[in-house]
């Protein structure tokens, strides 16, 4: 999975967390490393750590 | 910071990889808190015919009919050109979730309103 189905997953799961909970999320698709930190900046979700594939999100 | 962005897509069945990736790339937008909007035009009207899409699946992308479903269950909207879908003799009163018969005023009016778009 990667590219807007990524990204529509991720803010699915993210809605169903309260504030301040981070999320792992494990994403091999290549564009992963640039679309992460995109999604986060458009969203108000914090990219705490990012060590392809692996990212961790905290809810904004 | 642009809020609106629209996808404009004129096919179906006739280049089901563009008709998938023009709503992989709606969903990006609609995951990014974009107000989405999908323009179906020309070929892309039969997309809005429920069951249509039931058969397009392009390899590496998730099942068309999985992309627009969750689009609309983000809050995305589907506007269909009215003349495109008329002479194709479709049934207006049958539309798949999210979408709405417009015509040119409406695009024009969302396009106007600062919005980016990108076509397929």
Same mark, same amino acid.
């Given at each position: 999975?990667?590219?807007?189905?990524?990204?529509?997953?991720?803010?699915?799961?993210?809605?169903?967390?309260?504030?301040?909970?981070?999320?792992?999320?494990?994403?091999?698709?290549?564009?992963?490393?640039?679309?992460?930190?995109?999604?986060?900046?458009?969203?108000?979700?914090?990219?705490?750590?990012?060590?392809?594939?692996?990212?961790?999100?905290?809810?904004? | 910071?642009?809020?609106?962005?629209?996808?404009?897509?004129?096919?179906?069945?006739?280049?089901?990889?563009?008709?998938?990736?023009?709503?992989?790339?709606?969903?990006?937008?609609?995951?990014?808190?974009?107000?989405?909007?999908?323009?179906?035009?020309?070929?892309?009207?039969?997309?809005?015919?429920?069951?249509?899409?039931?058969?397009?699946?392009?390899?590496?992308?998730?099942?068309?009919?999985?992309?627009?479903?969750?689009?609309?269950?983000?809050?995305?909207?589907?506007?269909?050109?009215?003349?495109?879908?008329?002479?194709?003799?479709?049934?207006?009163?049958?539309?798949?979730?999210?979408?709405?018969?417009?015509?040119?005023?409406?695009? *024009?009016?969302?396009?106007?309103?600062?919005?980016?778009? *990108?076509?397929?």
């Amino acid at each position: 999975m990667g590219c807007g189905e990524l990204v529509l997953e991720l803010r699915f799961r993210m809605a169903e967390l309260a504030g301040g909970t981070q999320l792992h999320l494990i994403a091999s698709d290549p564009g992963a490393p640039e679309d992460l930190p995109a999604w986060c900046r458009m969203t108000g979700n914090r990219l705490v750590r990012a060590e392809h594939p692996d990212y961790w999100i905290e809810r904004g | 910071m642009n809020t609106k962005f629209c996808v404009n897509l004129s096919f179906s069945k006739n280049d089901p990889d563009k008709a998938t990736v023009g709503f992989v790339i709606a969903n990006a937008a609609v995951a990014s808190n974009k107000e989405t909007m999908v323009f179906l035009s020309t070929e892309g009207v039969r997309l809005a015919t429920p069951g249509y899409a039931d058969d397009i699946a392009e390899p590496g992308f998730a099942p068309l009919k999985e992309l627009m479903a969750n689009f609309a269950k983000a809050g995305g909207k589907i506007f269909v050109c009215s003349p495109c879908f008329k002479r194709r003799g479709l049934d207006e009163t049958k539309l798949v979730a999210g979408a709405t018969i417009v015509g040119g005023a409406k695009l *024009v009016e969302f396009l106007s309103e600062n919005a980016s778009s *990108v076509s397929f």
